[in-house]
């Protein structure tokens, strides 16, 4: 029972942690997106806004870094966002393979939450990052006021 109740906990700090990573890749696509759209040199159609959304969907976490990489929007937050990518590669790929023989111990559970622990602030630090930056830039391009309210045509 208590080995059932330790795992319930390390399972829980994955979870965290895996919502944290697609919080964080979310606002990436919404990165990309961005500049997608305002290169159409006029606030986008409806139709175009759902066509962008629909290419950014299909490309995976490393497609999105290595775009926005080559686009250079991302300043400081490039090296911290490739080792998101590392990390979150390896929790979703790895993470638990690397622990398979070490389920019954009690010791590796506390290593487990310490790590996913870690993950987790990582990805949120990055999430907060790429958001300050699309903020920057949504205000930069006309998309929202300094205050956040996003700018509409009449």
């Known amino acids: 029972m208590k080995r059932d109740a330790a795992l319930r906990e390390v399972f829980q700090c ?5 919502l944290s990573s697609q919080f964080m890749e979310k606002e990436l696509a919404f990165l ?9 040199g006029e606030f986008p159609s409806e139709d ?12 995976t976490f490393g497609q999105l870094v290595r775009q926005l990489t080559e686009m250079g929007v991302l300043g400081e937050i490039s090296v911290k966002l490739q080792d998101a990518l590392e990390k979150r590669n390896y929790l ?20 487990m939450k310490e ?3 870690g993950m987790k602030s990582m990805f949120d630090e990055v999430f907060e990052g790429v958001h300050r930056v699309n903020f920057m830039l949504m205000r930069e391009w006309g998309i929202c006021t ?9």
């Open 92 to 111: 979703a790929h790895h993470f638990f393979e690397a622990y398979r023989n070490k389920l019954d111990d009690s010791h590796a559970h506390e290593a």
């Open 14 to 18: 994955a979870g965290c942690a895996l």
């Open 115 to 117: 790590e996913l622990s």
């Open 32 to 40: 990309l997106l961005i500049p997608r759209l305002t290169n159409l």
């Open 48 to 59: 175009e806004i759902q066509k962008t959304m629909d290419e950014v969907e299909r490309m």
């Open 146 to 154: 300094e205050n956040g309210d996003l700018v509409t045509e009449d």
